[in-house]
DNA sequence: AAGAGTTTGTGAACGCGAGAACAAAACGAG
DNA sequence: CTCGTTTTGTTCTCGCGTTCACAAACTCTT
């Protein structure tokens, strides 16, 4: 039992356990909705692929939501995990750069049943301002600050090409943007207290060939 | 200089350090295009985006391919790290699931440029079939092993809805493919040797929440 | 009520990765 | 040739994350 910092809810979850709570939540929406209402961290570390004990630990973080000898309340338990990420009400996100990728970003019905609300669809080539996607239209890019300010958006989804991206994210952060996704294949450059994450195809592939190009060599 | 174990390219690479070198090379490309003939360690991890002493540390893993006094060869050591992951030849791919995602990943261009080749495009859905994405047919589901014969594919890529997945990766596994990469929001299990990658958008949205969060109580 | 059986929560050990710091090597000036 | 400057390659240390292992806590049976 260690002393709270300052308020009631100041806990410091490592980085590391922040990243498979979202990993957790969707193993307890799966067990919901297969009608399991408890569940041991053994049943639940497999649902997610992940060890036993690591995930007691990770839980471990958020308070002590199991009962020794049962298990978790699945129900429950996601609700905390949910809380703990800040998702049980939505986050408005803005995409920008609508071709490929951001039509299917768009069209991704995953967004809205994970806490997320796409509000705005920006892009720059006016022959794109005509059309609508998923029943959201795109809208010109200069369209960006009234929108933040109208809705407050703290997140925005970058899927330009590399070469527009960093002024993009420039225009985002002036006018309030605080958390970026970014699947240009750029490393954008923002300042203190603004978070980017970075989603890129090309890497991941590269890393499987790697490991392919090593099965192939000791064979 | 630690003895070499098996043969003479047998360095053993730590993970992180593998999950870098594409975000190297990308770096080096750019300055190469830049007309850049040199750079120092210095350079190339501002580019990149990361510690300098991190980047060298890094290289030394791959050996000895800077000069000290200047820095490294642009374009030398750009051969350097493209052959160690492995993409002096193109992989081919393919990929299942073309829908809204598989659409945007089949008509990405980066692919072609960063060593890989789309072979295959392949759906369930005999609707599909008709298309053409990007100068590749929609197939059958059903021609995988056909084609993975054929053409000696090794990787394979996920773009199916969940529920769809697990099979869909044991269809591959079975056929020969042994690297997945998986967009579709499920855990697959996979035999010992076979690697999967993960690329999960509500996932990465979702720790960008949490932190979003944080700072909204702390303010 | 007590004991047997589960399962959580956590202390402790361990291994890997990040970064600082420095010695070795190359180069140029004089 | 020698010295100063630059920059690499590597050693060392520290901190974080993973995993084991177990005591504490709960349930159920008798
Ligand atoms: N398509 C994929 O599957 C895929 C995969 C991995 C990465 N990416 C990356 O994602 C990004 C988008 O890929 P894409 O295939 O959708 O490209 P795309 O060319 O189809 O779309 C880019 C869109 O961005 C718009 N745009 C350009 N400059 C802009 C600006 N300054 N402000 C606002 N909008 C602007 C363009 O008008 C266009 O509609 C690229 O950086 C690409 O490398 C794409
Ligand atoms: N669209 C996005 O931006 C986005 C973002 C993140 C994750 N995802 C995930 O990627 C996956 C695909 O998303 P989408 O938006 O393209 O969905 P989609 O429904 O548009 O496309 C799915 C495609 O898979 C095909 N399919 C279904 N079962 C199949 C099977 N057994 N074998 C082969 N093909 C099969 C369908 O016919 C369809 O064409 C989903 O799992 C989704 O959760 C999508």
């Known amino acids: 039992m260690t002393a709270r910092t300052t308020s009631e809810t100041a806990r410091d979850i490592p980085e590391a356990t922040v990243a498979r709570l979202p990993v957790y939540l969707r193993a307890l929406t799966t067990l919901v909705e297969a009608g399991t209402q408890t569940c041991s961290s053994e049943d639940l570390a497999a649902a997610a692929g992940v060890n036993s004990a690591k995930l007691r630990k990770d839980l471990s973080y958020l308070g002590s939501y199991g009962t020794r000898g049962v298990g978790y309340d699945v129900d429950y338990l996601r609700y905390q995990i949910a809380r703990e990420i800040g998702v049980t009400q939505d986050w408005p996100v803005v995409i920008v750069g609508i071709g490929n990728l951001g039509h299917a970003l768009a069209n991704y019905s995953g967004f809205r049943s994970r806490g997320f609300r796409v509000v705005a669809?920006?892009?720059?080539?006016?022959?794109?301002?005509?059309?609508?996607?998923?029943?959201?239209?795109?809208?010109?890019?200069?369209?960006?600050?009234?929108?933040?300010?109208?809705?407050?958006?703290?997140?925005?989804?970058?899927?330009?090409?590399?070469?527009?991206?960093?002024?993009?994210?420039?225009?985002?952060?002036?006018?309030?943007?605080?958390?970026?996704?970014?699947?240009?294949?750029?490393?954008?450059?923002?300042?203190?207290?603004?978070?980017?994450?970075?989603?890129?195809?090309?890497?991941?592939?590269?890393?499987?060939?790697?490991?392919?190009?090593?099965?192939?060599?000791?064979?």
């Open 121 to 219: 669809l920006l892009d720059a080539d006016p022959e794109r301002h005509d059309e609508v996607v998923a029943g959201v239209d795109v809208r010109a890019f200069d369209d960006l600050e009234q929108i933040v300010a109208d809705q407050g958006v703290a997140i925005g989804v970058i899927a330009t090409p590399a070469l527009a991206a960093q002024a993009v994210a420039d225009r985002m952060v002036a006018c309030g943007i605080t958390s970026i996704l970014n699947f240009a294949p750029a490393v954008l450059s923002v300042p203190d207290g603004v978070d980017v994450r970075k989603v890129d195809l090309s890497i991941e592939l590269q890393i499987l060939a790697y490991h392919e190009q090593r099965k192939a060599q000791s064979a």
